[in-house]
């Protein structure tokens, strides 16, 4: 069980919004670690898509955004196409047991 | 451009030790953590550890009796070893440059398979 928690699909058709949900602990998100996402294609490495909460890097559509509240993250892509069909992975710090970088399962976004 | 090249045997037997390279092009080792991680078949990403230019290191509490990072600055290239490999231990493992908390350049993946 990965330390935080992503559900493992979410769908959607070409033009929807979808969301992709991260749950950390009061040891992680909830104690104000930073949140950071990423996107893997296909037979790709995973890229970074979110850093620092809600920033995007340079080249990445601003149909990608993403917040936190309390002990949760959460990434919204909106306007969904085909090519956002990838696995997406949340990232955080966990200061617990004596602290580790701490990954979710990764979500599966299938585009209908 | 910063690019990754990973490579390292990709089969072992069970006790064997597990060795990767990876080295970085377009940019130097200096003022960064270089990571590891590490993804399982069926399950989400692992992180390992990470190493900087002068050799310090932070590592996964779970894996740190088995793990052996190191750094090589003149051929621009960080290495991880893990002892003592079982086939809990097969997955894709990657390489990654660390800023702040984010790993923002990738490697990219490299299959490692323990069976006897």
């Known amino acids: 069980q990965s330390p935080l928690t992503q559900p493992p699909s979410v769908s959607g058709a070409p033009g929807q919004r979808v969301t992709i949900s991260c749950i950390g602990s009061s040891s992680s998100i909830g104690a104000g670690y930073d949140v950071h996402w990423y996107q893997r294609l296909p037979g790709e490495a995973p890229k970074l898509l979110i850093y620092?909460?809600?920033n995007r890097p340079s080249g990445v559509p601003d149909r990608f955004s993403a917040s936190r509240s309390g002990t949760s993250a959460s990434l919204v892509i909106t306007g969904l196409q085909a090519e956002d069909e990838a696995d997406y992975y949340c990232q955080s710090y966990d200061s617990g047991v004596r602290g580790s970088v701490v990954f979710g399962g990764g979500t599966k976004l299938t585009v209908l | 451009q910063v690019q990754l090249q990973l490579w390292g045997a990709g089969q072992l037997k069970p006790s064997e030790t597990l060795s990767l390279t990876c080295a970085v092009y377009g940019g130097s080792l200096s003022g960064y953590y270089w990571s590891w991680i590490r993804q399982s078949p069926g399950k989400g990403l692992e992180w390992i550890g990470e190493i900087n230019h002068r050799g310090s290191t932070n590592n996964n509490p779970s894996l740190m009796s088995r793990i052996t990072m190191s750094v090589d600055t003149s051929k621009n290239q960080f290495s991880l070893k893990l002892h003592s490999v079982t086939a809990a231990d097969t997955a894709v493992y990657y390489c990654a440059r660390v800023t702040k908390w984010y790993r923002d350049y990738w490697g990219q993946g490299s299959l490692v398979t323990v069976s006897s």
């Open positions: 620092d909460d809600i």
